[in-house]
């Protein structure tokens, strides 16, 4: 007689039993809120015109043009506080006097750069990846 090992009732499933959606989703949103911030910094600049502080660090792809702040505006390589304000980062004021609850969740996907977003989508990636494949989408 042969005896199968099946997970007992609160077991938790096998690491390779879940895919890590909500860390893939949480990667594309954050990723796609950083290309936005530089996409909307470069709104209203020349592309081809001189630097400035606003748009220092520039490029353009497929007829898309992004830009970042210079270092002395931002230090994170991300746009001028502007453009992270327009987007939805976290202001108080508008929260409790104009009622912008969204600016509560908006905040959540926003960086203030390259320098911020980079690592936190490492750290995101290394804890987030293995905790979701393990317990899952609901418990992460």
């Keep these: ?46 592309p081809l015109g001189p630097k400035n502080d606003d748009c220092y660090y520039r490029t ?8 970042a702040a210079s270092l002395g505006r931002n230090p994170l390589l991300g746009p001028d506080n502007k453009v992270l304000i327009e987007m939805g980062a976290k202001e108080g004021d508008a929260i409790v006097n104009h009622g912008d609850v969204w600016r509560l969740v908006a905040p959540l996907y926003l ?26 989408f609901l418990k992460v």
């Design 1 to 46: 007689q042969t005896l199968t090992s099946e997970p007992s009732f609160g077991e938790y499933a096998p690491p390779e039993a879940n895919c890590p959606l909500f860390i893939l989703l949480t990667f594309v949103a954050c990723m796609a809120a950083l290309a936005l911030e530089l996409y909307k910094n470069g709104q209203g600049q020349d």
């Design 60 to 67: 353009e792809v497929q007829g898309y043009f992004f830009c």
């Design 111 to 136: 960086h203030g750069g390259v320098f911020h977003c980079g690592p936190n989508m490492l750290v995101l990636l290394q804890l987030g990846w293995p905790l979701e494949r393990r317990h899952g």
